[in-house]
């Protein structure tokens, strides 16, 4: 599927673009994703995906006026009012769902927490989708390309195709200024069988249906939630069965986790750009021929976000700079 709709250039054929990913419930974090192309001067602003919260954290409401929960190991019993604020606040911020419901229904609907989470979760995708309506430009134009990621699930992909205040750009080619962007959601197999994940040979018919829709693939933007194998970007603890990390000398053992069939796609296609999320401490920049290729990183649980901005020639990357804010 092709979408057009061309953004605003500075005059000169360039085009300034933010880019950040893997924001995992933080409701902060899209707040600022919103205001982020405004805030750095850019015609577009990319989300790379991983926009889910990672759990739910009950909060019971007891008949005695006081409410309890259990969050970061510690069980809490606050008041209503500025103290129920201050812990939902600190779960949202902390990349979790606060759900405020008696002792009996939180024992009833704990039997089945895919449907529990999957309900609140959509809520929160709605809110945010609110706040994005909210702040578009009268013409319903924001600038906002939005797409899930591998931990999301599927649910995930109408509520963003709905709205109008975003560009849904999943498994799509859309466009960004006066460059083509190919977008995928989905990674190569993790530890953790997330909702999209593909064996590598899949992954790669995937995305080479994709790039067979470009019209100027050397000069458009991969926008790929998985970063390719061996680049640097793809850094990762090194994980024992019980999925806890392997240490040497004190240190963890690190190894790559990105994606053949993304680098094998990038080797291939030698886009002009190609940005990545999904490994949050593997923030940085490589060369693949010559491609460039960025990993913003994530820190979502400390209320900063990690975005990179990169200004566009024609047929090079004028500028690119990692910022935090």
Not at 106 to 122: M, S, V
Not at 228 to 245: G, I, M, N
Request: hydrophobic share 40%; proline share 6%; with cysteine.
């Amino acid at each position: 599927m092709r979408l057009g709709r061309r953004q605003k250039t500075d005059g000169g054929g360039r085009l300034r673009l933010f880019y950040a990913s893997d924001i995992h419930g933080s409701d902060l974090l899209w707040r600022k994703f919103l205001g982020a192309a405004k805030f750095y001067d850019a015609e577009a602003a990319v989300m790379g995906g991983d926009l889910l919260g990672k759990a739910i954290i009950p909060i019971a409401r007891r008949p005695d006026g006081t409410y309890t929960g259990e969050f970061l190991g510690a069980k809490r019993v606050v008041h209503e009012g500025q103290e129920l604020d201050e812990l939902t606040a600190a779960i949202r911020f902390n990349g979790f769902y606060p759900w405020v419901a008696s002792p009996d229904e939180i024992a009833r609907r704990g039997a089945d927490t895919d449907a529990l989470f999957a309900d609140i979760a959509q809520d929160e995708i709605r809110h945010w989708l609110e706040l994005a309506e909210a702040k578009a430009a009268p013409n319903g134009s924001s600038g906002l390309y939005v797409m899930a990621g591998n931990d999301d699930p599927l649910y995930v992909d109408p509520l963003l195709a709905a709205s109008p205040a975003v560009v849904f750009c999943d498994e799509r080619i859309v466009r960004v200024g006066d460059h083509e962007m190919l977008s995928s959601s989905y990674a190569n197999p993790t530890p953790w069988d997330s909702p999209r994940e593909l064996d590598e040979d899949a992954l790669y018919e995937r995305l080479k249906r994709l790039a067979e829709q470009l019209e100027d693939p050397q000069r458009a933007i991969f926008n790929l939630h998985v970063p390719p194998y061996d680049s640097r970007l793809d850094q990762a603890p090194d994980l024992k069965p019980d999925l806890t990390p392997r240490y040497s000398g004190g240190q963890p053992v690190m190894k790559p986790v990105g994606s053949h069939a993304v680098r094998r796609l990038i080797e291939e296609v030698q886009p002009l750009l190609a940005l990545h999320g999904h490994i949050h401490e593997s923030k940085g920049e490589t060369r693949i021929g010559r491609t460039l290729a960025l990993n913003s990183g994530s820190e979502y649980n400390t209320g900063r976000l990690h975005g990179a901005v990169v200004t566009l020639g024609d047929d090079r990357v004028v500028s690119h700079q990692f910022v935090v804010g």
